[in-house]
């Protein structure tokens, strides 16, 4: 059936399967090792509780086994859908059977890395119960179930690949289905009642997704919860159920915006400790910064590598006038006033910085501003009065910042609203998120103008864009000194959040974002020039780290693989540019217009 | 065909280092004229449109536009009323073709990043009325179809129109088309010339460098070539066709009589040479 649609649509998809299997032999084998791993997660997996979530209760599923539980689960709904079960065949719009595959590859991830995990932490495979050993086998049944179903991938490329790289292309070929680049059938309309409550629920879902995530206890349920959520992220994306959601998000955008609004600000309810709220807030300011230098990068084309430096002057000049005992002016602003003047210095700093390095063009523009970056650091460390006029303390930076006050309400008090307990830090939470609204709100009214259409233009091609009579300097300028004063914003809440600026935090590249490097890899990663892009890279590159204890020394060298892995893979970035997606798979991109 | 020009280029230099390319080169183009401009690789053609369009700083010489000395910057040479294309495509190959012509018509719009961060009724009204005329200039130029797809998926010869109809948003007095038939087949060089004769009517005089003599002699008023950067001769198109030194410079002079015998068998025997030393290396 899918090779019939598919010759509809006028595109050469190959549909055999990895495993030559009949297709109801491959649908039974899949339900049948779903529902077995199911099964599973409510056995013992272990003998001991030493291993981190005790795996050790026959008769309900703990710790990681709730992971492939879920991932079992969807699965099997998944497989359901695809045989056209009524009532399911809405969860899979596509028509083929990659969600099916790619969350039977989740589930195995999870569970084999779970497996594999108690046996090197308890030193052999003599620590696995039964239930495990059952576990692993029906996990690796589902996937054999799922790769025996028919695929639907691009067609091979004309002749075999030869070479001693041969099998590895075949293996990555397999590995890579989908992408078809096949127009879903038109979605049955529903009320629109029906329509809002299901973005409703897709981010109620996302909501309780993250919620989980930043919730982790030990690294190896981090580590799995990974493995789950990228998989079936790919496969959702594979059964074309995310082109269905940004077909209702486009069509409800305020909803949308509205829902995100919500679950944003409804996330420090769900918490009980301040732990995960600190570590929200900070991803926030992270994400907005990212987001700031995503005018820089993704819209204009400016490849900044001293960014951070901008986060210091807005952190720093709140500081100065927040009243703290070791600040060197002895004034204290309100709150509204400080960002003002944190916003407005930044954006000095940045038209100073960017009025002679703009007229520099690609590589030498990134090395003078990494350079502005560094000067940037060694200045406020030397401002001590010493070596310099004193001004910020040297490297002891300035501390005691006391909490911020917004009409009588202190953010370092607990506060009862509408019999909702509020944290410290979730008081903090709720004004980040209003600034990050904020930015998102310029990101995208900036970029879709007839400035931000005159960045773009600048990007791709500045003698053109100039011939177009662009002031190409004014623009850049503007595209820098904007994303300077979003960085400088977000950093007079950075520096009340961590009550304390010192020198050593806006260094260009550390084991702690924001940096420059992390702000940057955190556009890149997310996808240049869109909005939840650097949000998702921002959020995965804050929690990789403060999740994964055991990565401290080897962190970069990861990241650096992993930007490498992405960068061959996913050109665009995770959430891709409607853009980049046609320019870095045109193939695709041309079948589908076929 | 008299009144003030449009555009006066007087005693135009452009060299780079000890290299002349283009040598005191004057240029007029009145109102409603088509003017060629052409002359054999390497006259300096585009050069001189370098130096028209502030791509360039001329060593000597001025150029004005309705009287007025323009400036050497390209965004203030389009704001006063010049627009052009390029022998080499340069479209924003990742922009949409509606967003191309968006971008044409930014020295004709004002809205700034206040107005777009605030977006008042202004702002949606000016959006507006440019998406309006972008699509207009579309349907002229015959891309109505093909408003939402990316520059770099066109072929080849749309991708010259939407060039012309870039240009045009910028609601030029005077378009500058370099080489706008290259590598177009014969249909669709005839589209172009009717598409540079409609413009004309709407009132924006072209001038235009192009190697198709048939487009050239078609259309112009008035042709200048320039020779090694150096204007030969200029006039009405009977003109230049009779003029014979155009003829030597395309064509290269002709040698004082037939080439002899004696170096036909020369050049034959060095052929020969050359096949057999190269049979022997194999």
Known sequence: MTSQQSQQHGTAVDTTPVIPLPLGTARVLTAAGAALTVLSTFLSWTWTDAFPGNLTVTGYPGGLQLLTLTGALLTLVHLLAAWGIRGLRMLDPAGGHGGTVWTAAGTFAATWYTLIAIAVQLGGLANLEPGGWVAGAAALLTLTGALALPLDRRATATGTARGRLAAVRDIMRTLHPGRTGRPLPPARPLPGWAEILLIAAAFGISLGVLTYGIGTRYGELFTGFLFLTGFCAAGLHQAGLTTR??????????????????????????????????????????????????????????????????????????????????????????????????????????????????????????????????????????????????????????????????????????????????????????????????VVLVFSRAGNSRIGRAWIAIREDETAATAMGINAFRLKLLAFALGATLAGLAGTVQAHVAHTVVPEQYVFAGPVPPNSAFLLAAVILGGMGTITGPLLGAALLYLIPAKLQFLQDYQLLAFGAALILLMRFRPEGIIPNRRQQLEFHEDTAAKAEA | MTGTPLLAATGVTMRFGGLTAVRSVDLTVRPGQIVGLIGPNGAGKTTLFNCLTGLYTPTEGTVTYRGRTLPPKPHLVAQAGISRTFQNIRLFANMTVLENVLVGRHTRTREGLLSALVRGPAFH??????????????????????????????????????????????????????????????????????????????????????????????????????????????????????????????????????PGQEEVAEVEAAEEAAAESEGQGR
Request: contains cysteine; aromatic residues 8%.
């Open chain 2, 125 to 258: 009204r000016a959006e507006a009325a440019s998406a309006q005329r972008a699509t207009e200039l579309l349907a002229f130029t015959g891309l109505a179809a093909k408003s939402g797809h990316l520059a770099r998926n066109l072929p080849y010869g749309e991708q010259r129109r939407l060039e012309i109809a870039r240009a045009l948003a910028g609601e030029p007095g005077l378009l500058l088309l370099d080489e706008p038939t290259a590598g177009m087949n014969p249909q669709e060089t005839r589209a172009t010339e009717e598409l540079v004769l409609a413009i004309r009517d709407r009132g924006t005089a072209v001038l235009v460098i192009e190697h198709d003599m048939r487009f050239i002699f078609n259309l112009c008023d008035r042709v200048t070539v320039l020779v090694q950067g150096e204007k030969l001769v200029e006039g009405t198109t009977e003109t230049v066709q009779r003029d014979e030194r155009v003829v030597a410079a395309y064509l290269g002079t002709p040698f004082e009589g037939a």
């Open chain 1, 245 to 438: 959601l940004a077909e209702l998000t486009a069509r409800h955008r305020n909803v949308t915006v509205a829902a995100a609004f919500v679950a944003a600000a409804l996330f420090p309810l769900t918490q009980d400790t301040d732990e995960y709220t600190l570590i929200i807030v900070n991803i926030l300011i992270f994400a907005t910064v990212a987001l700031g230098l995503n005018v820089v990068v993704g819209l204009a084309g400016l490849l900044d590598l001293g960014y951070v430096a901008f986060l210091g002057v807005g952190a720093y000049t709140a500081a100065l006038v927040s009243g703290s005992t070791a600040s060197t002016l002895h004034v204290r602003f309100p709150f509204w006033a400080a960002v003002l003047t944190g916003a407005a210095a930044s954006l000095v700093f940045g038209v100073v910085i960017g009025a002679p390095t703009l007229r520099l063009r690609g590589d030498y523009l990134a090395i003078v501003t990494l350079g502005f970056g560094e000067i940037f650091r060694l200045a406020v460390g030397n401002l001590d009065g010493q070596s310099g006029p004193s001004v910020t303390n040297g490297p002891n930076g300035i501390p005691n910042i006391p909490d911020l006050e917004l009409f009588g309400y202190n953010f370092g008090d607990k506060h009862s609203v509408g019999g909702i307990a509020l944290s410290p830090f979730a008081n903090y939470y709720l004004l980040m998120l209003l600034f990050t609204v904020i």
